[in-house]
């Protein structure tokens, strides 16, 4: 059975010491990968990460340091230190994002350590969806005091990209890796698969659905209310999510979620709308796997109903 996994991936409040920004005015957003402290065979910095001329309106940033440092987005000392002495672990790449001008355009992610371990307990194989998403702050007095879009004054969860594996890469196959992705993608090197016994790159497909022409990776190209996962209801935790229903069944529970006979306090039915589930995420969580098949595959479709590349 392929499997849709939540993937947590970017700046938060441990890895960077801030959010990404995105404007609320027009769902336009820039994800900042989370920092590396030594090289680590990683070919990306910051700095080299050139950014599209003021891609959200009035914020000018040649890169992703200047970005980080920009006055506007009101990032800590601590971040712009960060990001001035710290590589860019740039992973997931899903293809070339609306907003660089430079970079690799090939889409994979990879994952060591107990996160790849758990992927891999969890049969997430070739076949399987990764959805990512990551925590974005709205860049401040974009949209009326009063507009419940600039209201997540914490910032909020929403899904940003996807992949689809098409091939996965572990150190008995490793022969198989792209050259481009070996140079240019942190997990690429062969001293990872040297470094760590379970190194695994997922390398994505030509296509999410077969019947459709969608990429096999991508960025949505603005963050929306259907790719939103903290509950609206719910703005000083953005770690409660509001899912559909059908999640809270066991069978497409997914891992980190799953609720015991015994325990009823981590999920809880809406009043409003029976057909949404509000739960409590856990803090440190990478990667969420469920099931992929029927129920979660239509919502998976039901995201990409007015897709436009």
Do not use: C
């Not at 379970?198 to 790719?227: E, Q």
């Amino acid at each position: 059975m392929n499997k849709l996994i939540f993937s947590r991936k970017g700046f938060d409040s441990s890895s960077g010491y801030g959010y990404s920004p995105y404007d609320p005015a027009t769902g336009k957003y820039i994800l900042l990968p989370i920092p590396e402290g030594e090289k680590a065979f990683n070919p990306h910095s910051y700095k080299n990460l050139k950014l599209r001329e003021e891609y959200l309106k009035g914020i000018k940033a040649g890169n992703l340091q200047e970005l980080v440092e920009n006055p506007l987005l009101s990032f800590s000392g601590k971040s712009r230190e960060t990001v001035g002495s710290s590589y860019a672990h740039y992973d997931p790449i899903l293809g070339k994002p609306p907003w660089l001008r430079n970079g690799p355009e090939f889409g994979v992610f990879g994952q060591t350590g107990g996160a790849a371990g758990h992927l891999w307990n969890n049969n997430v194989k070739e076949g399987s969806v990764f959805l990512f998403f990551s925590r974005f702050k709205p860049v401040k007095n974009r949209v009326h005091p009063l507009d419940p879009r600039g209201g997540w004054s914490d910032g909020a969860y929403y899904i940003y990209g996807w992949l689809k594996a098409g091939k996965v890469i572990t150190g008995s196959n490793r022969e198989e890796l792209p050259g481009e992705v070996r140079a240019q993608h942190p997990h690429g090197a062969e001293e990872n698969f040297i470094k760590s016994s379970n190194n695994t790159l997922y390398l994505a497909s030509d296509r999410l659905f077969p019947d459709l022409d969608i990429p096999g990776s991508g960025y949505f190209p603005r963050l929306d209310d259907k790719l939103l996962l903290s509950s609206p209801l719910h703005k000083n935790k953005p770690s409660v999510w509001q899912l559909p229903a059908f999640f809270h069944e066991t069978h497409y529970q997914p891992t980190y979620l799953e609720e015991a006979e015994q325990e009823n306090k981590k999920w809880l039915r809406s009043s409003e709308n029976p057909e949404v589930y509000y739960v409590q995420s856990p803090a440190r969580g990478q990667e969420y796997v469920a099931p992929l098949e029927n129920k979660s595959e239509d919502w998976l479709r039901s995201l990409f109903n007015d897709w436009e590349e």
